[in-house]
């Protein structure tokens, strides 16, 4: 018999019914995909760090049929090489009002606001958040981005909140156990350590 598996978070069935709908799932960048700190060097370069967990969850949503986009307010070289990476086709940075730029998206993508999904962690959020049919806030987000939020991650940004959500969505869409299957299915399977 196979193993049913799900992630190791606890969701509410109501987030779950608004997840089952994403086709598009779209992330802030710093303070969601970052920790939020801006490193700038002595010669103005900046850096960012981004957590490679969040970033084979976006693969693995992605992989199932989701689309991904970044939708933030600032503009990063760091940002450009980080979504190319990634395969992230719908990337717009120095967003200062954010709605417009998701309303233009999603009506030429065709598709209906409970169909996507923000990842976001401040007041600039807001906006999109309310408009969203899934709004999702990391732990550590403003006060006023997780009162309206569906669901608010476990982890922080920039530590695996992204992956959380990915991993949230492939549940609802019923597809979290052959997202694993692929890593813990191999030919000749270990049984499983630790518990």
């Avoid at 608010?152 to 530590?159: E, K, L, M, R, V």
């Amino acid at each position: 018999m196979t193993e049913i598996l799900t992630p190791d978070f606890a969701v509410d069935p109501r987030v779950l019914a608004l997840a089952a709908k994403i086709k598009l799932l779209l992330f802030d960048v710093d303070g969601v995909l970052t920790d939020g700190r801006l490193v700038i060097g002595d010669d103005g370069q900046e850096y960012k760090a981004f957590n490679s967990r969040d970033g084979h969850g976006i693969k693995m949503l992605q992989a199932h049929g989701v689309a991904v986009g970044i939708i933030t307010g600032r503009s990063s070289r760091v940002v450009k090489h980080r979504v190319k990476d990634l395969g992230i086709k719908h990337v717009y940075q120095g967003c200062v009002d954010k709605l417009p730029v998701y309303r233009k998206l999603i009506a030429t993508l065709r598709l209906a606001p409970e169909q996507t999904g923000y990842v976001g962690d401040d007041v600039v959020d807001l906006p999109i958040m309310l408009h969203a049919g899934l709004a999702v806030a990391v732990q550590n987000a403003h006060s006023l981005a997780k009162k309206y939020a569906h669901w608010t991650t476990p982890s922080i940004g920039g530590y695996g909140a992204a992956r959380e959500v990915c991993e949230m969505i492939l549940r609802a869409q019923g597809h979290y156990q052959l997202a694993m299957e692929k890593y813990i299915s191999p030919p000749d399977k270990p049984k499983p350590r630790g518990k």
